[in-house]
């Protein structure tokens, strides 16, 4: 249903946005994170043309890579099917879960709460999809590695999932427990390291298949061909929700160049000699291109 609103003398209608609720708290620098790119995401003049959002944070739910890996019995699904029935008792219509390792309980959640649950995994892919991509390195948590749920979408979609090595996987272990949740300074040469082992096992993109990683991205550059899966989530919830979008936005992948093929010979000379647009969220870091 429209409302119509008057802006000087000229009559327009503003399509009624629904309510995004956000599971949040795991952890909770990435909620208020997460946000932060929602409002950045939507293409608003005023407050009013921001969506409505209802966050349940909950810091102390069960941590869900330690259950997933069979280490701990505390299950963190009844926590937040509880948390997800608050919001839409609330007016949520639509529910976001900034956490990619609690998508391991997704349909699970979605079953429960009986309320559409963004799945973010399943988004993230789509998006590299319709942007050519054919092999996707991985960066995310043991639990979120172990439960296969990148390397499936990938694989349903005929795509490739690059995965760290061992050690490579205890950097990013260390990366997202040692440093972001435990509120210190990332070490970032641990970061390039696994990074550049990834794009030399083929990976045409990095995926931060963690939002602790998303943090990461927020306050350092992380060069080009980057996906932040965080970042996909906002850019979905506020398409869901039925907000505009900001332009800029409509690709993810950092300094992503489609295909020349695909383009006119005057739009690749002009961004030959151009330079690479940005994206601020505290810091620099490329955006994609075309």
């Known amino acids: 249903m429209a409302q119509i609103r008057q802006a000087g003398n000229t009559t327009m209608i503003k399509t009624k946005t629904k309510t995004l609720g956000v599971i949040g708290g795991l952890g909770p620098m990435a909620t208020a994170y997460y946000m932060e790119l929602v409002i950045q995401m939507t293409d608003a003049s005023c407050d009013q043309e921001h969506l409505n959002m209802i966050i349940s944070s909950r810091p102390g739910t069960p941590d869900r890579t330690r259950y997933i890996l069979g280490l701990s019995d505390e299950n963190p699904a009844p926590v937040m099917i509880d948390a997800g029935r608050w919001l839409v008792a609330e007016g949520a219509e639509i529910l ?50 172990q439960s296969g749920l990148f390397q499936e979408e ?21 990366l997202i427990y040692d440093n972001v949740k435990a509120g210190r300074p990332p070490e970032l040469e641990l970061f390039r390291e696994v990074k550049r082992e990834l794009m030399a096992a083929g990976a045409e993109v990095i995926v931060l298949g963690c ?78 291109a075309g």
């Open 154 to 174: 990938l694989r349903l979609h005929g795509m490739e999932a690059v995965l760290p090595s061992a050690e490579a996987q205890k950097k990013v272990m260390h």
């Open 211 to 288: 939002t602790e990683l998303s943090i990461i991205k927020k306050m350092y550059p992380v060069g080009s061909g980057v996906l932040d899966a965080m970042e996909v989530l906002a850019r979905e919830a506020v398409l869901r929700c039925g907000a505009p979008l900001k332009q800029e936005y409509d690709c993810l992948i950092t300094g992503w160049k489609e295909p020349d093929s695909e383009r006119l010979p005057e739009e690749i000379e002009e961004e030959q000699n151009a330079d690479k647009r940005t994206r601020i969220f505290g810091t620099d870091s490329a955006a994609c």
């Open 96 to 145: 976001a879960i900034p956490c990619i390792t609690a998508h391991y309980f997704q349909k699970q959640l979605e079953e429960e709460i009986h309320t559409p649950v963004i799945h973010l995994i399943k988004e993230t892919v789509h998006h590299m999809r319709d942007y050519g991509v054919r092999k996707a390195g991985i960066m995310a948590t043991d639990g979120t590695i």
